[in-house]
């Protein structure tokens, strides 16, 4: 059982920038596909970003509403994915989830809160 464990949320004010972190319980290698989604309150939850590795290549992707704002990468060494935010906006305002597949298994940390003020 894979256990991922998000950190970094708070209160920012908006045009600010967060790094949040996802540190896993065994190596991160073996994740794969790894992401982050948000759920807004009222919302669905949605996709922010992945990151996928092909061989030794690693390919983002991400939600069209976030591009340019934020960077998904992973540090392999520390089994850590980090989902940096920038330009934060109110409608950043949502628990951030993180991700990662191992086989048809899917995990999911316990989320994060960001609050973005005005």
């Known amino acids: 059982q894979v256990q991922l464990v998000e950190s970094g949320g708070g209160l920012v004010q908006a045009g600010g920038s967060l790094r949040l972190s996802c540190a896993a319980s065994?190596?991160?290698?073996?994740?794969?596909?790894m992401g982050w989604y948000r759920q807004a309150p009222g919302k669905q939850r949605e996709l922010v970003a992945t990151?996928?590795?092909?061989?030794?290549?690693?390919?983002?992707d991400y939600a069209n509403d976030v591009k340019g704002r934020v960077t998904i990468s992973r540090e392999n060494a520390k089994n850590v994915v980090y989902l940096d935010i920038n330009g934060l906006r109110l409608e950043d305002t949502a628990v951030y989830y993180c991700?990662?597949?191992?086989?048809?298994?899917?995990?999911w940390g316990q989320g994060t809160q960001v609050t973005v003020s005005s």
């Open positions: 990151l996928t590795r092909f061989g030794n290549t690693n390919v983002a």
């Open positions: 065994e190596t991160i290698f073996n994740l794969n596909p």
């Open positions: 991700t990662g597949s191992v086989g048809r298994a899917n995990y």
